[in-house]
């Protein structure tokens, strides 16, 4: 799995969960303390987040980070192939937003 399907099921999981619980994307905006437009564009898999913003959606949305990257209906305990490659995806998309933070301090 890589970055862009990691991004797009990230979308797709914000947009379900989202309308599960009934919020607009300008709802959920200003509930995380973000633009609309963010929302927009995470939805819709054009744009990468920061780990402050996927804070604020996760608080705003009173869910688990986990549940906006897993497969909707599917548990990591039942899909340990896909889990597993999903957390190896999510490290390295970490640790280049780290080296990326880093090499802009240097």
């Known amino acids: ?3 862009s399907e990691i991004q797009k099921r990230f979308g797709e999981n914000l947009r379900f969960i989202r309308k599960q619980k009934k919020l607009t994307q300008f709802q959920l905006a200003e509930l995380a303390n973000v633009s609309e437009d963010t929302i927009k564009s995470i939805e819709q898999g054009r744009t990468w987040f920061s780990e402050k913003v996927l804070s604020q959606i996760t608080e705003a949305l009173n869910v688990d980070v986990v549940s906006l990257f897993i497969p909707i209906g599917e548990s990591l305990i039942s899909r ?3 889990s597993s490659q999903l957390k190896m995806a ?5 640790r280049n937003y780290i080296d990326e933070i880093l090499k802009e301090y240097s």
């Not at 999510?90 to 970490?94: F, L, M, Q, S």
């Open 90 to 94: 999510i490290r390295e998309n970490v």
């Open 80 to 82: 340990k192939e896909n």
């Open 1 to 3: 799995m890589n970055s």
